[in-house]
């Protein structure tokens, strides 16, 4: 596991073991179970990280009809609202989760997704929409803190399969999202997506409480609440610069603003969290080569898949006369056709990582997996004239993006201490949120340089632009792989990384 914590074992340590951070550890056996047992856990907790996947891709198509519904013209928020909650309480959730139970606070996320997307399908103003997708923004510590839990419950020779499946799981949106939010929204309107939204995690929570056991791992602790607090500021605040300078334009005082008061709370914290007894987050441990490495990986490998998923949709739906070098002038719900091999192979790469990272480590699959999503922008980048040049060279990203997405967590796994795993996780999936946020900006900029003409208020960017973009994917999946050069850990297999310190 990470070199930078010699005192912390990386397992389910003894009762009254020192912890990390002034801590106390204290941990019971998980029973035997039998195999068929372990494998319908995990089928539990993969649909239950579904739900994080669906509260962004079926929202989506709904976004018109609630603006129409609502006569406004922020519809953003319905996005930034919740995008912007997940950066505020991901870090405190997943310290909460460290000490109190992962279980439980898997099961307090599903609740939040499960009374906020009611409250957004019930709103009788826009008002009670933000709040709702406010509330719900909490349930996007799910997929962190199941990981984390898994990392504590299931034997250890299948924890790479299960981690690399319940994050390649998420793929299957890819595939049945489009077509749920279409049968939803034509039947139901943006409600019906909202209620399914609630109902769906209410169901498998259900089956969360009675099936999966909880982590046997405590770590006696206190809450910084200070700490959280900035450190959610921070996040929040650049999260929201990021994500309005287009709108306000990147050097009005609003965006300027927001990055100028995020790097003095960010200092700020920096600067607190020296002093408590129990920081939210150890920096020591942050500061090492194992997390900022890991961090790295999961900022540039969200910001390009990202990327892929804009260019493709303008690539697809732009037509060639207005594109001029690209565009095929299909429907949205043609995308399906390029997508849905996309997922089906993000899918089955879980199942490839499972097996390498127990055998070889996974830091292989995440050399491979950006290595292939480099070539793959390369491919797009200069030879997307045609439906086949597209398929193949989002085929051959797509391969890598699912290697890269379940390698990840199995990374974040082999470099923090077991009594910071679910803290740990969640900032490091903020962090990949803002990669995500920070290089779709950064390609919208790009391609604002290029415009060539406006069709109904829709700016067609020029064919340069679109190569530009692609470039800008596989320069970040290149820094992924020199990232992923430089880690120490991910080399032994999966059951060791996580029962060791390096």
């Known amino acids: 596991m990470s070199e930078q914590s010699p005192s912390t074992t990386g397992r389910a340590p003894d009762a009254g073991e020192p912890a990390v951070g002034g801590g106390t550890v204290t941990a019971n056996a998980v029973p035997e179970r039998p195999l068929a047992y372990w494998i ?28 129409e519904a609502f006569q406004t013209t922020q519809i953003g928020w319905v996005s930034t609202a919740f995008s912007l909650a997940g950066a505020i ?46 509330i719900e923004g909490v349930g996007l510590a799910i997929v962190p803190i199941t990981y984390s839990l898994m990392r504590d419950i299931f034997p250890k020779r299948m924890l790479a399969m299960a981690v690399s499946i319940s994050v390649a799981g998420i793929g ?100 607190y969290e020296r002093r408590p007894e129990f920081p939210l987050v150890d920096l020591t441990l942050v500061r090492s080569r194992a997390v900022v490495t890991t961090m790295l990986a999961s900022f540039t490998s969200q910001g390009v898949i990202a990327l892929q998923f804009v260019l493709l949709s303008f690539v697809v739906q732009v037509p060639r006369e207005l594109g001029g070098t690209y565009g095929f002038g299909e429907s949205a719900s043609a995308m399906a056709a390029y997508t849905s091999p996309a997922g089906v192979i993000s899918m089955a790469m879980g199942f490839v990582v499972g097996w390498l990272a127990e055998r070889r480590g996974a830091r292989l699959p995440l050399w491979v997996g950006f290595a292939l999503a480099a070539a793959g922008s390369l491919v797009l980048a200069f030879a997307h004239d045609t439906p086949t040049q597209v398929v193949i060279g989002y085929f051959v990203y797509a391969v890598g993006g699912g290697l890269i997405s379940a390698a990840v967590p199995n990374l974040v796994i082999a470099a923090v201490p077991v009594e910071q795993q679910a803290v740990s996780a969640s900032t490091i999936n903020v962090v990949g949120s803002l990669g995500s946020t920070i290089a779709v900006q950064v390609g919208f900029a790009i391609l604002l340089t290029t415009v060539v003409t406006v069709v109904q208020g829709t700016p067609i960017y020029g064919g340069a632009g679109i190569t530009a973009v692609y470039v800008l994917a596989a320069v970040l999946s290149v820094v992924g792989l020199v990232a992923g050069l430089l880690m120490r850990h991910g080399r032994r297999p999966q059951s060791a990384e996580a029962v060791s310190t390096v």
């Not at 995990?42 to 609630?66: I, K, Q, R």
């Not at 056991?213 to 450190?231: F, K, M, Q, T």
């Open 89 to 134: 309480t991901a870090p405190l959730v997943g310290k909460l989760a460290d000490m109190y139970g992962k279980k439980r606070w898997l099961l307090i996320a599903a609740g939040t997704m499960v009374v906020g997307s009611a409250i957004v399908a019930l709103a009788p103003s826009f008002a009670f929409v933000v709040v709702g997708r406010t």
């Open 172 to 271: 299957l949106t890819g595939i049945v999202g489009p077509i749920i939010a279409g049968v939803l929204i034509d039947n139901f309107g943006y409600r019906g997506v909202f209620w399914a939204l609630a109902l769906f995690p209410l169901a498998i929570g259900i089956l969360v409480f009675l099936v999966v056991p909880e982590s046997p791992v405590r770590v006696r602790s206190r809450i910084d609440w200070a700490g959280a607090g900035l450190l959610g500021l921070a996040l929040a605040v650049l999260l929201l610069g990021v994500g309005e300078g287009a709108t306000w334009g990147w050097t009005d005082w609003k965006t300027l603003g927001c990055f100028v008061v995020a790097v003095l709370v960010f200092m700020a914290w920096v600067g």
């Open 40 to 67: 319908g856990v995990l089928l539990v907790l993969v649909l239950l990280s579904e739900e994080v996947a669906y509260a962004f891709n079926l929202v989506t198509p709904a976004l018109p009809g609630m603006a």
